[in-house]
């Protein structure tokens, strides 16, 4: 049974940076798909960062110029630079992954607060 585990959150004044990890285990089959999401009580869950195999990346505009995605695929192991925080980022942030044959994987989530 796949499972992700998100670690990194915590509360960080506004300016400041955090880096979020992601954890795949239980893994079978190749993963193809890993992503941040991000949501705050009452709305939708958004998405944040995207990262295919093979390096291509996707940002919310929100987010461009600030965060950095990256991956390791060898440890199926996903990462969310932040800097420059701002209070509006705060959220719990989910981690997503894809494998090969469409199915979707995510994880519990990690608060991460910024104080203005």
């Known amino acids: 049974q796949v499972q992700l585990v998100e670690s990194g959150g915590g509360l960080v004044q506004a300016g400041g940076s955090l880096r979020l990890s992601c954890v795949a285990s239980?893994?079978?089959?190749?993963?193809?798909?890993m992503g941040w999401y991000r949501q705050v009580p009452g709305k939708q869950r958004e998405s944040v960062a995207l990262i295919i195999r093979g390096g291509i990346t996707n940002y919310t505009e929100s987010v461009k110029g600030r965060f950095t995605i990256s991956s390791d695929n060898v440890k199926d192991t996903v990462y969310l630079q932040m800097n420059s925080l701002k209070p509006e980022d705060t959220a719990v942030y989910y981690c997503?992954?894809?494998?090969?044959?469409?199915?979707?994987?995510w994880g519990k989530g990690t608060l991460v607060t910024v104080s203005s």
């Open positions: 239980g893994t079978s089959v190749r993963i193809n798909v």
């Open positions: 997503r992954m894809t494998d090969l044959y469409g199915l979707d994987y």
